[in-house]
Structures are given as C-alpha cells and as structure tokens.
C-alpha cells in the first residue's frame, strides 16, 4: 500500500478511534499497511499517546518538524540504556541492557562516538572508495542471467557483509555470522528467525566471545585503522565495561548493515514501482546521488528511534510525564507534506533531495551517514553499467519489526 491509499487498511485506520490506535506493531509493517495510521496521526493527533502496548504506554511524534525538535533536545529526551534506550522494546527480548554510545546523553555519548568517527572520514572514504567499487562489481558479475533470484541475499547482504568486515578486519569468510547477529540483535523472539529469549542471549552471547577475543588481540598490538582497534586504543574506550564494548559492536554492526542493505533492496523495488523514474536514471546516471538520497527517505531504514522524558514537559500541548516513552517515528516524518513536496512519490531529482529524517538530527545523527552514501552510490554506477532493467518478479518479504523497515527477500530477474 502507498502513503495513503484509502485500501482496506487504509480504511481500517481513518475508522479507528484514535486513543484505539497503535502504530508500534510489527505486523503492520510486515504487511506495508502502517502507511495510512501515520497519515490519519500526522493530521488528527500529531503527538499521540497509546495507552497500551505490549512494552508499555507511548507518546507517538509523527510531523516532520517535531521530530527534530525531540530529536535535538537531548536534555528533556533521553537516550539512556538505563532508562529504556533508542528503541519501544527497551530491553525487553534481552537478559541485560546493552549499553552503546547511541543510548548514552553526553558527555560519556560524545567521547565514545569520537573513538570510531575516524573510520567515516572524508580520507578514509577515498581510500575505500575502490575497495567498495572492486567488490560491487564482482558481486554483480556473478549474478545469473535470465533466472530469478534473492537480490537482498545475493546483493543487499553480501556488500554490506564484506563492507563490515572490512569495518572490524572480521575474517572475511566468515563475515555471514555479522549478519546473523546483526539479524538476531533486533529480532523478536517466537516470529521466525529466533524462537526465545534464551535463544537470541545465547546467539549474542557467541557474538560477545568472538569480539572479546579480537579485542584482546588488537589491544595487544599496535593501532591499526580498522574499529575494534580504535575502540581498544582509544583513551576514551580503552577502558571501558565489557557490556558497553558488546553494545558498541552491536550498535556498529546493526548501523553498517541494516541501513545501507535496506536501502539497497528499496532501491530496486522503488524503481521497479516507478518505471518513469527508473528510465529517468537510466537517461541521466548524474541523478545517482540524488536518487540515493531519495530512496534512503522513501524507504526509511530504521523506522524510529526512542527516547525518555526526563522531566514533566509540555510538548505540542500535551502534557508529557517525566519516564514517558517518546517514540520518533522518522518512517511518518518522512511523509509529511508540510516539509516535503509530494512526499509520497518516488522522485529521483527533487530540488531537495536530503531533506529528510532517515538518519536522525542532533548529537545522534548518523556517524556512517557518508559511508551509506557512498556504497549505494558506487553500487548503482556499476548497476548502470551493466544492465539496462533489474525486474522484481515477485512481492518483497518485509521484515517483522516496527524498527528495522526492510527486507527478508526480494525476488528479481535480469533480462538476458
């Protein structure tokens, strides 16, 4: 379903009362049918309480502008693990909280990002601009001509996989475990892919071992470039709790794989959806940049993030309790019309391509956003260069989650 469509779901949301409505559930957004309820909140309740959900009451923040009124005000809204962290669930699915430098305030917030913000940084991109483009290319020779196959498996999860081993220096034949647990860290147990708690605990617990073991090996040698090490040199984290170390590795590897794989897969069905966009790339390959930057608002890649009211406040005339869940749906910000023109068509060569929520505003503002950028803009100039249409043949697998927005699969075919 489009942004709005009045279908059935589309129905269902404009009839719902509203104190009755819950966005925060997973299988609206497996089923693409959330589009609607944040139409109907953006225009009725922009800043909506639920009273009932199964991790608790929650403030929904649904138009553009107040998201990044909350997202920027990090003093009244909080980011604290030990208050609930970035997400609705908290730490619900987990024996123990994570801490990573995502859900610290500063200044503890501040320190830990400078420790790995030198991986993203305009030196370090050139040098993997190569790299990046050497291995998209390889991955894309490779695929099967004239036969259907899994474009999120064979293309979306393979480069950000070698991509983040490159990140960790992770054994590279053995970078599909760093999927999986990137998989399993935002999973929610008893829907598919894990089936307990107990499960997903052990899975991360196997994840923590590996990484504890690259760690005591790299803080014992001198500083390379790559993240464990910057993590184990640098002043600010050389020290730091073994939990807020396995939180930061999961944090790095849900950041480099989950946003830039699902733009990847919402790159092709995005165009596959807008064939007048489509040819209009293929016409003009200068609107990559601009078409990246349109696809990572048109797919919205983490569908919010969360934060804590730590004092009573008076938000948009509500009254906001201190201990509140405020959750920003950034999936809604995206789509609001009062920001964006037409926000919700597909449209490659906007005047304004990066006004857009995606990637967070403020102190949390996405530390790989250039990365991201980077990757998807390499991997559709060598598309182009290879192939005239990428065909989805069949409906996506959207992923069951209101955090994660993306993909299990995505079937496709090129024409031989």
């Given at each position: 379903m489009a942004g709005g469509d009045l279908t059935d779901a589309g129905a269902r949301a404009m009839a719902t009362p509203l104190d009755r409505i819950n966005v925060a559930q997973p299988a609206l957004f497996q089923a693409d049918a959330h589009w609607a309820y944040f139409e109907r909140l953006r225009r009725d309740a922009p800043v909506h309480y639920c009273?009932?959900?199964?991790?608790?009451?929650?403030?929904?923040?649904?138009?553009?502008?107040?998201?990044?009124?909350?997202?920027?005000?990090?003093?009244?809204?909080?980011?604290?693990?030990?208050?609930g962290g970035i997400t609705i669930a908290g730490s619900a699915g987990l024996e123990e909280p994570l801490r990573m430098f995502i859900s610290m305030d500063p200044p503890k917030h501040d320190v830990q990002r400078k420790a790995v913000a030198p991986i993203v940084s305009p030196t370090n991109l050139a040098v993997m601009a190569p790299i990046i483009r050497e291995r998209a290319a390889a991955c894309l020779d490779g695929l099967p001509i004239g036969e259907a196959f899994d474009w999120v498996d064979r293309v979306s999860v393979e480069l950000t996989t070698q991509m983040l081993a490159t990140l960790f220096d992770f054994p590279f034949e053995e970078r599909r475990k760093l999927t999986r647990w990137s998989d399993v860290s935002t999973a929610i147990p008893g829907n598919g892919l894990i089936d307990t708690v107990e499960q997903k605990t052990a899975e991360l617990g196997a994840c923590f071992a590996y990484f504890t073991t690259l760690w005591n090996q790299r803080v014992n040698a001198p500083p390379t470039g790559d993240l464990v090490s910057m993590l184990a040199h640098a002043p600010a984290t050389r020290n730091m709790d073994p939990r807020e170390y396995h939180g930061n590795v999961i944090l790095l590897i849900v950041g480099g794989n989950d946003t830039t794989r699902n733009t990847i897969s919402g790159s092709i069905l995005a165009l596959n959806q807008n064939p007048d966009q489509y040819q209009k790339l293929i016409d003009n390959p200068s609107l990559i940049p601009s078409m990246v930057s349109e696809t990572i608002r048109w797919q919205t890649p983490l569908a919010h993030m969360r934060r804590t009211a730590t004092e009573?406040?008076?938000?948009?005339?509500?009254?906001i309790k201190a201990g509140d869940k405020v959750v920003m749906w950034y999936v809604s910000g995206n789509r609001d019309d009062e920001v964006i023109d037409r926000p919700n068509d597909y449209i490659i060569d906007r005047e304004r391509p990066r006004t857009h929520i995606s990637f967070g505003f403020g102190i949390h503002r996405c530390v790989g956003i250039r990365l991201a950028e980077l990757q998807l803009k390499i991997i559709w100039e060598e598309i182009l260069k290879r192939f005239?249409?990428?065909?989805?043949?069949?409906?996506?697998?959207?992923?069951?989650?209101?955090?994660?927005?993306?993909?299990?699969?995505?079937p496709v075919q090129i024409a031989g």
């Open positions: 009273p009932e959900h199964e991790f608790g009451p929650y403030w929904s923040i649904t138009r553009y502008d107040d998201i990044m009124a909350v997202d920027t005000n990090h003093q009244v809204f909080s980011s604290e693990s030990s208050l009573d406040v008076e938000f948009q005339g509500k009254s005239d249409n990428i065909e989805v043949v069949g409906e996506p697998k959207r992923v069951y989650s209101s955090f994660v927005k993306g993909y299990e699969t995505l």
